[in-house]
T-cell receptor, first 114, second 115 residues
Framework: SAVISQKPSRDICQRGTSLTIQCQVD?????MFWYRQQPGQSLTLIAT?????????ESGFVIDKFPISRPNLTFSTLTVSNMSPEDSSIYLC???????????FGPGTRLTVL | AQSVTQLDSHVSVSEGTPVLLRCNYS??????LFWYVQHPNKGLQLLLK??????LVKGINGFEAEFKKSETSFHLTKPSAHMSDAAEYFC?????????????FGTGTLLAVQP
């Protein structure tokens, strides 16, 4: 399985600011995804990060709030923009396994917005 | 549409006793099903997966799950719980024949293991 790292591992931010989360994979992967896990909740898919094109967002998530970059096959960023306390969550990136449909997850970024 | 229902939000067992975490699924396609585990302050780890081979799937750490199409279930079991099994467990479905790799997560079951 791929080794996935995320930066930062956690952060405390002020309302109205933005935070960019990085996801780095140790091998080239086609599929990369971003999930949100709100406190005490399950995971919800935010978007699929597409290399060389715009991300594909799920219902309820928009590019202006969660812009995503995918400059190459090993790296992606998710920005949480104009944050409010409701954005306090764990944000996880994942990668699809080549030829299989399971995903492998990064360690997550724990975000607290004050 | 695909969905999973985890029937118990919390399960508590004594160390050394069997574990049963229940999951029912709904899928328009022939599904792939997974169990992931999340230990406190750690990332998600794949425990096991079903992708239409054997209906009884063995995973890591002694866990196994049985795919029962007639009951639309994919319950996770372990014969003897260990303290280190205390974690949150997620049942996950994705449509095998679908056009995406989208994972649909259940709401999770928090497993507590008492000494």
């Amino acid at each position: 399985s791929a080794v996935i790292s995320q930066k930062p591992s956690r952060d405390i931010c002020q309302r109205g600011t933005s935070l960019t989360i990085q996801c780095q994979v140790d091998s080239q992967v086609t599929m990369m995804f971003w999930y949100r896990q709100q406190p005490g909740q399950s995971l919800t898919l935010i978007a699929t990060a597409n290399q060389g094109s715009e991300a594909t967002y799920e219902s309820g998530f928009v590019i202006d709030k969660f812009p995503i970059s995918r400059p190459n096959l090993t790296f992606s960023t998710l920005t949480v923009s104009n944050m409010s306390p409701e954005d306090s969550s764990i944000y996880l990136c994942s990668v699809g396994a080549s030829g299989r449909n399971e995903q492998f997850f990064g360690p997550g970024t724990r975000l607290t917005v004050l | 549409a695909q969905s999973v229902t985890q029937l118990d939000s919390h399960v508590s067992v004594s160390e050394g006793t069997p574990v049963l975490l229940r999951c029912n699924y709904s899928s328009s396609y022939s599904p792939s099903l997974f169990w992931y585990v999340q230990h406190p302050n750690k990332g998600l780890q794949l425990l096991l997966k079903y992708t239409s081979a054997a209906t009884l799937v063995k995973g890591i750490n002694g866990f196994e799950a049985e795919f029962k199409k007639s009951e639309t279930s994919f319950h996770l079991t372990k014969p003897s719980a260990h303290m280190s099994d205390a974690a949150e467990y997620f049942c996950v479905v994705t449509p095998k024949g679908g056009a995406t790799n989208k994972l649909i997560f259940g709401t999770g079951t928090l497993l507590a293991v008492q000494p």
